[in-house]
């Protein structure tokens, strides 16, 4: 077992449209896959079909983006029951969605929006989280999301607003290393010592990305790009903190052929191994 | 409650802001006026953050929301593309027109369906110009949409489960009448004022728009989906679309039944019944590589 009480499955991969074929035809090497459950969970035909044919052979992991865990709008309990049928329904060992909102005035934002630190802010998303993880009956991560702006830190600032949550709604964490680095960019802090701040035992799982600076220099969260050597070496002293867990290489555009992915995967699981190796105390948990 | 202004504020400064103040103070002003239930801390805590921060946003949303549409409605994207400036005498702005299209009908859900909904709408009820240079881009949205519902419909038979039109073509003429056929719940009817079915056709052999209707040309069309769980539209004609239609929700349907109508509605009576009957194969044929029939193999 992992931390939180989850199992550890090493390094697994971001199950994309683009990769159903190779997959259920190959059927290569991979410890598990996460899929986006909003992509899935209301459709039938293909998508379905393939997802199905997937989850004979590999564990399948629901993330979400569309829980709106830090909205004012009432929590779409309709949605909530529905996606608590299908993550049962593929045998979900557990699931995750973000620390952020994405609707708000019933209007869709389609991004992944932060929070203020506020106490107020903290009341709220301990309150619907506690629903949340009571309606859907499984261990539940949040995931710390990258920002690109503070929208107030006057009463607390992030890892507080994080920690307290995960302590007060009694979840998981889905720690995001790349959006720590890329925070600790934007926001000018350093990346480690903001893990090193957070409850790790709260660990349940990792996402690892990279991202292609945009023609004009600009860094944005874009999933469209192996791991940066920068990333892997936060995640090598991350790993170290938190003790083996659920690794997975997020990408979303620029999709490389299924084998590059599969040897990052690979590769977070080596380096896994390599610091439960030299770090006995978490080795043996 | 006030995180909940708090929130929309932000909503509108990423949403549904063009132009931002240069300097703090005037933002604090212009912020003031526009979010008057904000405490002046939480104004402060806004125009704090410089607008290229929040413009990352306003960029990474519309650009995921035309890409979202860009998959779904590739066809009649390439149609706005290539007709635009006559319709609207300046270049085409796929992000502009999901700009515009967010101002007249946000998106209130989650889901993909409802920004798919909105953008039929927005073309059928906004785009007035355009409908006057291409008048079939209302059929085209409409017929991607259903498209897209099909594929993605909850059904218990699929087109692979049906006897196949080689073992058909291997049956007597009595074993093929014997035959029951089933419509699956993902299959869609529709008719078109224009011939759109060919539109997409082309569109997705070349890649680009170069066969377009001249006139108008009312089609009946039933879309199904594939073996491979595609949707497909097999175009047909509008007594016999409209027969199936009303058949749709019947457990079985006799292919002898079908075959009499086919006989006495649709077939020229100057064919010999041969020449029908190989009419009526290649329509029950076509039927079943779209999924729109499945036939049973008992
Ligand atoms: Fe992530």
């Known amino acids: 077992m992992g931390n939180y009480s989850l199992s550890a499955l090493g390094g697994g991969i971001g199950l994309r449209h683009a990769y159903f074929r190779e997959i259920i035809e190959k059927k290569p090497a991979c410890n598990w896959f996460e899929i986006i459950s909003e992509d899935f969970m209301d459709y039938g035909g293909r998508e379905r079909e393939s997802l199905r044919e997937i989850g004979k052979h590999y564990p399948i992991i629901g993330h979400g983006v569309c829980l709106s865990i830090g909205s004012t709008d009432p929590l779409d309990m309709e949605f909530l029951h529905r996606l608590k049928a299908f993550l049962h329904e593929i045998k979900s060992p557990w699931a995750s969605d973000h620390l952020c909102f994405t609707m708000v005035d019933h209007t869709n934002l389609n991004d992944l929006i932060p929070l203020p630190f506020t106490r107020e802010a903290v009341t709220n998303c301990v309150e619907r989280l506690k629903i949340i993880q009571d309606t859907l009956e499984l261990p539940f991560l949040i995931e710390n999301v990258t920002r690109y702006v503070t929208l107030s830190d006057r009463e607390m600032g992030e890892a507080e607003f994080l920690s307290t949550i995960l302590e007060e709604a009694d979840c998981g964490l889905l720690l995001d290393v790349t959006n720590v680095y890329l925070n600790g960019q934007f926001h000018g802090y350093d990346p480690l010592a903001f893990i090193s701040s957070l409850p790790l035992k709260r660990v349940g799982q990792i996402h690892l990305a990279g991202w292609e600076p945009a023609s004009d220099g600009t860094i944005i969260d874009s999933h469209d790009a192996p791991v940066p050597d920068v990333v892997w070496d936060l995640f090598r002293e991350t790993i170290a903190l938190t003790g083996p867990t659920s690794v997975l290489i997020e990408r979303d555009k620029g999709l490389p052929p299924l084998s590059d992915l599969l040897k990052e995967a690979t590769q977070a699981d080596q380096i896994m191994h390599a610091s439960c190796k030299d770090n006995k105390v978490h080795a043996a948990g | ?298």
């Not at chain 2, 890409?67 to 796929?94: G, I, M, P, Q, V």
């Not at chain 2, 039929?120 to 897209?148: F, G, H, K, M």
């Not at chain 2, 218990?156 to 029951?180: C, F, H, M, N």
């Open chain 2, 1 to 298: 409650m006030p995180l909940a202004n708090f929130l929309s504020a932000v909503r509108e400064l990423i949403l549904d802001t063009d132009t931002f103040a240069d300097n703090l103070d005037d933002r604090v002003a212009d912020y003031t006026t526009r979010f008057p239930a904000l405490s002046p801390e939480e104004i402060q805590d806004l125009a704090k953050i410089t607008p290229d921060r929040l413009k990352i946003y306003t960029s990474t949303i519309f650009h995921g929301e035309k890409s979202t549409l860009l998959n779904h409605f590739a066809c009649s994207f390439a149609c706005l593309a290539k007709y635009w400036e006559e319709a609207y005498r300046r270049k085409f702005s796929e992000v502009g027109l999901v700009r515009a299209l967010h101002r007249r009908y946000p998106w209130e859900t989650n889901q993909t369906i409802t920004l798919a909904n909105n953008y039929v709408r927005y073309v059928a009820e906004a785009l007035t110009e355009i409908q006057n240079v291409c008048p079939w881009i209302v059929d085209l949205t409409n017929l991607e949409l259903l498209s897209l519902i099909t594929k993605r419909e909850h059904s218990d038979v699929e087109a692979r489960d049906s006897l196949q039109e080689d073992e058909l073509l291997q049956l007597t003429v009595e074993e093929i009448l014997s035959l029951k056929a089933q419509i699956p719940e993902y299959v869609h009817f529709e008719q078109f004022s224009y011939d759109v079915i060919e539109v997409i056709r082309s569109f997705h052999q070349k890649s680009s728009i170069d066969t377009v209707p001249t006139t108008k040309n009312p089609v009946s069309a039933i879309c199904g989906r594939n073996q491979k769980l595609y949707p497909r539209w097999a175009k047909t004609d509008i007594r016999l679309h409209d027969w199936l239609r009303d058949r749709r929700q019947k457990a079985q349907i006799d292919i002898e039944e079908l075959a009499d109508f086919f006989l006495n509605s649709i077939a020229d009576p100057a064919d010999s019944e041969e020449e029908v009957f190989i009419l009526f194969l290649r329509t029950l044929t076509s039927f079943i590589n779209a999924g729109i029939l499945v036939i049973s193999r008992t």
